[in-house]
Structure formats: C-alpha cells, structure tokens
C-alpha cells in the first residue's frame, strides 16, 4: 500500500547490488503493421517467445476501438536483431523490417 503522502516516485533501495536495479530500457520500432490487429498478432507471436515487445501506444486508439490504420511494434533497442529475426523466419518473409 502506497503512504498516502506519495509524490508519485517510487523509492530506489539503495541496498540493492546495481545489477539488480532496474535500468530504463530504450524502446525502438521493428515494423509497421498495417492495421492494429495484425499488429497485435506480431506482438503475441514475439512475447510468446520471450521478447519484450508492444504496439507503440501512439497508434492504437483503444477508446474508438480497433485501429484500421498502421501500427508500429516496438522492442527494446538491445533485442532487435533477435526479434526482427525471429518475426521474419515465423512470417516466411512477409514483413517489412524498419532500417
């Protein structure tokens, strides 16, 4: 439970060896999809693997419901050869990696 005075910070343990501190992870673009469900699909099929992945929240629009129009999938910079890869060999080839 959060103290009722919090400043919306979570607090750091200092204690902790730095290895074991989170460091802030540099998202980058894989691929466009062209809509937001085949978007999702890439997504699943790259978590289903243990690659950190998601849809850029810029390109769904949830509250009108699904998206028709393109959507980025985005990884962390340090994974994207792993993922563009790996997308590629379970698409056959079908997508279009971002340079």
């Known amino acids: 439970m959060l103290p009722t005075s919090f400043s919306g910070r979570v607090p750091v343990d ?3 060896p730095v290895a074991a501190r989170e460091t802030p992870v540099k998202w980058v673009e894989l ?5 937001q469900l085949t978007a999702e699909m890439w997504v699943e099929l790259l ?19 699904v998206s028709g129009t393109s959507c980025r ?7 994207r050869g792993e993922a563009a890869a790996l997308l ?6 079908e997508v279009q990696i971002e340079p």
């Open 14 to 16: 200092r204690t902790a």
């Open 31 to 35: 691929t466009t999809a062209p809509d």
């Open 47 to 65: 978590r289903n693997e243990d690659f950190p992945a998601m849809v850029k929240p810029a390109d769904a629009t949830s509250f009108l419901g």
């Open 88 to 93: 590629l060999e379970r698409t056959g080839g």
């Open 73 to 79: 999938v985005i990884v962390p910079e340090d994974r």
